[in-house]
């Protein structure tokens, strides 16, 4: 005999302290009170919480998600700017969400490409930068193929996965002493394009954080110099792969930290 | 694909697509004589154009079509609903998707046609 069961639904509607936010950040920016910081960690663990759970299906265990989600968190906590008129969890929430998307991002290419591809790629960037001192100009599909004694649908598919993984480590570029690191931001004036995209400048300056200086310097040249991806790459010393793969890098990070409500 | 032929492609107006279309992009692009820059600007506003289409549709499917012109490939994305025509400031995410469309397109623009909205984007052969 069946027994009837009552279930009961709670909706918790998550609520923060705006005050206590206040105090504890102004703690930690003025004091450099860690013990702030771990409080506002451990306050918003829940934001991190609902926003990891809308990732639950995809196969992740939910802990690893949370733990990847704090990260987010712990960035957003240092780059929050508390003059400015903005929520925290405004401010956050793309954070988090982005940090999560990125690991499934990595994830994904982790595994997916086959080695034949990774060879493939590897030959195709030497063979962009062959052709392109040997024509004086940026070569074709074709030209590629025919230089690798391959078909275009290779050079193709080739190009297509080349952003899975680094020939080179660009992690150098980042600029860890600041000496001379690049930000975009100091070229974005009130009446730019990129600023009309965006209603305050602490989202866009928030999604922009979230770019290496390289990835910002790649977006500065391309769509505010209007250089092509072979001149970029020249010009930064780095190759035409590597200018495609950090500028779709880069459009996908500033999207998905423009457009928070994308989460699924 | 020569001129006056056209390719069409019609996908679920879901994200994991954009790759499907992408490569089709990209194909014919190379066909139409790109240079590879050009090869990844096509690809580049095809996943835009992509995500503007999706910004407005929660489910049913995106129609693709390519045109081969003599001067480089010519992409129309609709029926979209009527909505995706009205530049009302709207998000972000559509405006974000408009300012990289414009910056790597040669052409594009939005029209309503029949109560629906289209995409057309033009990418010139150098």
């Given amino acids: 005999m069946p027994t009837s069961r009552r279930t009961r639904k709670t909706t918790r509607k998550l609520v923060w302290d705006k005050q206590l936010t206040r105090e504890l950040f102004v703690r930690y920016r003025a004091d450099g009170d860690e013990a702030a910081r771990d409080e506002l960690v451990e306050m918003y663990l829940n934001l991190v919480k609902y926003l990891a759970s809308r990732f639950r299906n995809r196969g992740e265990p939910i802990d690893d998600l949370i733990q990847v989600g704090t990260i987010g968190l712990i960035k957003a906590i240092d780059r929050f ?59 074709t599909v074709p030209e590629i193929a025919a230089y690798l004694e391959v078909t275009p649908d290779d050079v193709l598919e080739a190009l297509e996965t080349s952003e899975a993984y680094n020939f080179v480590s660009l992690e150098t570029d980042r600029n860890s002493d600041g000496s001379d690191s690049f930000s975009i931001l100091e070229y974005i004036g009130k009446d730019d394009q990129l600023m009309a995209v965006v209603d305050d400048r602490t989202t866009l300056s928030a999604a922009l954080k979230e770019l290496t200086p390289m990835e910002q310097q790649v977006l500065y040249l391309r769509f505010f110099q209007g250089m092509t991806q072979t001149e970029i790459a020249r010009h930064l010393g780095i190759s035409q792969m590597q200018v495609s793969r950090l500028l779709r890098r880069t459009l996908r990070v500033m999207r998905e930290n423009l457009v928070p409500e994308g989460v699924d | 694909m020569t001129e006056n032929e056209r390719v069409v492609l019609t996908v679920p107006a879901r994200g994991e697509y954009a790759r499907v279309v992408r490569l089709c992009a990209a194909e014919l692009a190379s066909r139409a004589g790109m240079n590879i820059d050009d090869v990844d600007d096509v690809k580049l506003a095809v996943e835009e154009a992509f995500v503007f289409a999706a910004e407005h549709m929660t489910d049913g499917e995106m129609t693709f079509t390519f045109h ?46 029949d109560s629906a909205c289209f995409l057309r984007l033009v990418k010139k052969t150098v």
């Fill in chain 2, 68 to 113: 081969a012109e003599p001067e480089g490939l010519d992409l129309l994305v609709g029926p979209l609903p009527e909505e995706c025509a009205h530049d009302t400031g709207g998000d972000a995410g559509e405006r974000y998707a408009r300012f990289i469309l414009e910056a790597v397109c040669d052409e594009f623009e939005v029209f309503t046609h």
């Fill in chain 1, 81 to 139: 700017d508390v003059e400015r008129a903005v929520e925290f969890t405004t401010y956050a929430t793309p954070t988090i969400v982005g940090e999560l998307k990125r690991y499934f991002r990595d994830k994904g290419w982790a595994i997916k490409v086959p080695r034949r591809l990774q060879e493939l790629s590897f030959k195709v960037n030497q063979a962009i930068d062959a052709l392109t001192q040997r024509c004086q100009r940026t070569p």
